[in-house]
């Protein structure tokens, strides 16, 4: 059974800068497209980061500049590098990892962490 477990996540003033982690467990030989995705309440979740099925980073619009994704593909951690926090940034970050190809040579699909909570607040 894969889980994701995301941490890192505070409440810290405007202008500081967090690095929220996500670790994948289980019987995983590789993580494809993982990505991070928050959700303030009575929002939908929306797509801050992720990595295209061939490694690329993306980022949403609002994400451009201030938010860094990074794979340490060994250890099936994924970073989100946020700087300069705002206020708006407050939110539930979650990791997903829409496919996942196992040790068995099965094909997983759509697993997402428990999430982290980010308060940006002075």
């Known amino acids: 059974q894969v889980q994701l477990v995301e941490s890192g996540g505070g409440v810290v003033q405007p202008g500081w800068s967090l690095r929220l982690s996500c670790t994948a467990s289980g019987s995983i030989f590789k993580l494809y497209a993982v990505g991070w995705y928050r959700q303030v309440p009575g929002k939908q979740r929306e797509l801050v980061a992720r990595?295209?099925?061939?490694?690329?980073?993306v980022y949403a619009d609002s994400a451009k500049g201030r938010f860094t994704i990074s794979m340490d593909n060994p250890k099936n951690t994924v970073y989100l590098q946020i700087d300069t926090l705002k206020p708006e940034d407050t939110a539930v970050y979650y990791c997903?990892?829409?496919?996942?190809?196992?040790?068995?040579?099965?094909?997983?699909?759509?697993?997402w962490g428990q999430g982290t909570q980010v308060t940006v607040s002075s």
């Open positions: 997903n990892a829409p496919t996942i190809q196992t040790l068995e040579g099965r094909w997983e699909y759509d697993y």
């Open positions: 990595f295209t099925g061939a490694g690329s980073p």
